[in-house]
């Protein structure tokens, strides 16, 4: 423990000024993406606060029928080509399957910036290798996974479930469209964890042919 106080004491000022801005911006991560991603929107699902989202933006097979599909109901389409379903007066199930993809999304990101910031804390004793790091990174590449794979999926399904029986249903397309960034960073993130768990190995050799 002392080690790890000597090395942080000696490592230059503004590594550690920037350990800082890394747990504190993980932190806010947390924090921020927590109240208005999750908090907020589940509010709006069970009561207490107005539901925060009532449209749903949707690709449509036929633009030109469009219009006619959304003349009236308490389900209507606004727009052509990539359209707004529109919700008049969503009920509790509806604000739910409206606010779930969303939810699930954040909800994955809040466990990237937790482990984002469990791994800032190692650094304050210069200790970039330490063996929890690796599954940190782990972590991370699994949530970065499921956010490129299960919110778009969740995307899909309950989009066909608030507009099935609903005029809009033959009009309402619902394409399923992983997110290439988010799981390319998954593979980047998993690269770096290898590296990660590589460099405390080579430590340990190191550590014990002194």
């Known amino acids: 423990m ?16 920037n350990n800082h801005v ?3 911006a993980a932190g806010l991560g ?4 927590g109240l208005f991603k999750v908090v907020f929107p589940l509010l709006g699902v069970t009561g207490p606060l107005p539901p925060l989202a009532d449209t749903r933006t949707v690709s449509v097979a036929a633009p030109a029928t469009a219009s006619d599909a ?5 389900v209507t389409l606004r727009g052509t080509g990539r359209a ?8 509790f199930g509806d604000r739910l399957l409206l606010a779930l993809p969303g939810v699930t ?6 466990v990237v910036f937790y482990e984002l910031l469990l791994m800032a804390r190692t650094f304050h004793a210069a200790d970039f290798f330490a063996p929890r790091n690796a599954r940190h990174l782990l ?3 699994g949530a970065l996974l499921l956010i490129g794979t299960v919110p778009p999926a969740l995307d899909v ?8 029986g609903t005029p809009v249903e033959p009009t309402v397309r619902t394409p399923y469209a992983m997110s290439t960034a988010a799981i390319l960073g998954a593979l980047l993130t998993a690269a770096a964890a290898a590296a990660f768990r590589r460099g405390t190995r080579l430590r340990e050799d190191t550590e014990g042919l002194v």
Do not use: N
């Not at 959304?70 to 308490?74: E, L, R, T, V």
């Not at 999304?105 to 809040?110: D, T």
């Open 84 to 91: 707004e379903l529109v919700f008049h007066d969503p009920d």
């Open 139 to 141: 972590v991370i590449a």
């Open 22 to 24: 890394l747990e504190l």
């Open 70 to 74: 959304a003349a009236s109901g308490p």
């Open 30 to 33: 947390v924090l921020l993406v």
């Open 105 to 110: 999304g954040a909800l994955l990101l809040v």
């Open 157 to 164: 399904l309950t989009t066909h479930l608030l507009v099935d």
């Open 2 to 17: 002392s080690e790890g106080i000597v090395m942080s004491e000696a490592s230059p000022w503004w590594v550690r000024a």
